[in-house]
């Protein structure tokens, strides 16, 4: 058992409870707030997202132990929050509202919207609540409801939290605490301690001027490794040009030459009727001496509204066999948005398997044809992958495993 000491609705709450324990079924469970709802708890209908920090969060797959010392806000703790009041007789009015199961939720998701975003448009409005469903409404009474308390707010000038529309902060809600504007909202988070190197894969000089948050830590983090039939200076030398290495990579491809170790590109992935294109850019760093390196880097989907940050560190060394390198990779990511509901880090890890194959690849076949005295401009093999297809040859080939492990201990 775990002590949890959390601030729920400005008052200080601690119970004694499993580590497994999510967040929602704290609030429930130990301190009666059952205005908090619990629906997929799989973290995509929205039904439990409370504020943590000022943050909306998803309470069904947050740990409660991870919140210790945090700041925790129920549909409750809003009874006489100025915009929830606002929100409640707009969704009213609006009929933004029938069973009234997701209205937790949603009050929360569009409370947060009213004092991030200064004009947004329907669409704006809903892709930013996206990920709180509703199976009665059709939605068009909650849009409504949320512009017109845009509106009337603006009217009053009140405006939006200054540079609110974008978050500059990304990674598990709770593990820190919020700066309080005027008003009481959280307008910036104070992650925890930064997050210990990945692996042995990177350099110390990596940390020495990020020019991304130095606290940054990601949600989910795996390795990989793969073998190159060529010589690891080779190999090493080749990582060091930066659109070669990206023009192997499918669906990837860069705006400019880097300068002074930051580039900016974008990438296309596709899961089944899905297309998605990241726009980012990232900072890329190597360790001569001990031949590994580091690419940090963040992007955005503006069509699904979705963004993903990344830190890539990459170790090269030689191989078993003479002639041939090593490189092992710890790659550790951060989805937020309309994807992250493909994030989970099992599925991830496996597509990515894949995506390094295609890598690996594409790099020994440009490899070759340099060593043959080619152009270094020669076609990768491979262009692009649709997860999708990836997704259902991971799904059955877990298939494939479980049957095998059941017939296996007959």
Not at 71 to 87: K, S, Y
Not at 195 to 221: F, G, H, I, S, V
């Amino acid at each position: 058992m775990n002590t949890v000491t959390l601030k729920v609705n400005g008052k200080p709450a601690s119970a004694d409870i499993e580590a497994r324990m999510h967040l929602a079924d704290f609030l429930r469970d130990t301190q009666n707030l059952t205005g908090t709802h619990i629906g997929c708890e799989h973290g995509v209908c929205g039904a439990c997202t409370i504020l943590v920090d000022g943050v909306p969060t998803r309470s069904c797959i947050t740990f409660a132990v991870a919140c210790e010392q945090a700041e925790v806000t129920t549909v409750e703790g809003l009874d006489a929050d100025e915009v929830a009041t606002e929100l409640r007789a707009a969704f009213s009015k609006e009929h933004g509202l029938q069973c009234g199961y997701c209205t937790p939720g949603m009050i929360v998701s569009a409370r947060d919207v009213v004092l991030r975003m200064q004009e947004p448009t329907e669409h704006e409005i809903r892709v930013a609540m996206s990920g709180n469903l509703c199976r009665c409404t059709g939605y068009v009474g909650i849009v409504r409801a949320i512009q017109g308390v845009i509106a009337a707010r603006r009217a009053r000038g009140i405006a939006a939290i200054p540079g609110g529309d974008h978050r500059k902060a990304l990674g598990p809600a709770g593990s820190g605490h919020a700066t309080a504007s005027a008003n009481g909202t959280a307008t910036r988070i104070r992650t925890s301690p930064a997050a210990p190197a990945l692996a042995a894969a990177t350099p110390a000089k990596a940390a020495a001027a990020p020019r991304q948050e130095a606290d940054w830590k990601p949600q989910t983090t795996f390795t990989e490794s793969f073998v190159v039939g060529h010589p690891v200076d080779e190999v090493w030398a080749f990582f060091d040009r930066i659109g070669e290495v990206a023009s192997c990579l499918p669906g990837a491809s860069l705006a400019g030459e880097p300068v002074d170790g930051h580039v900016e590109g974008q990438i296309r992935i596709k899961v089944g009727p899905i297309s998605a294109e990241f726009q980012g850019v990232a900072d890329v760093s190597r360790d001569e001496a001990t031949r590994t390196g580091t690419i940090n880097g963040s992007g955005k989907d503006k069509r699904s509204n979705s963004a993903t940050r990344g830190l890539i560190g990459y170790a090269v060394k030689p191989g078993d066999k003479p002639g041939e390198t090593r490189v092992d990779v710890s790659i550790g990511y951060t989805l937020t948005g309309v994807l992250a509901q493909f994030g989970r880090s099992g599925l991830v890890q496996d597509v990515a398997g894949r995506l390094i194959a295609a890598f690996v690849k594409n790099l020994e076949a440009k490899l070759s044809h340099q060593s043959g005295g080619g152009d270094a401009e020669a076609p990768p093999v491979i262009t692009e992958l649709d997860a999708g297809s990836l997704v259902s040859s991971v799904i059955l080939g877990r298939i494939k495993r479980f049957f095998a492990a059941l017939f296996g201990r007959r």
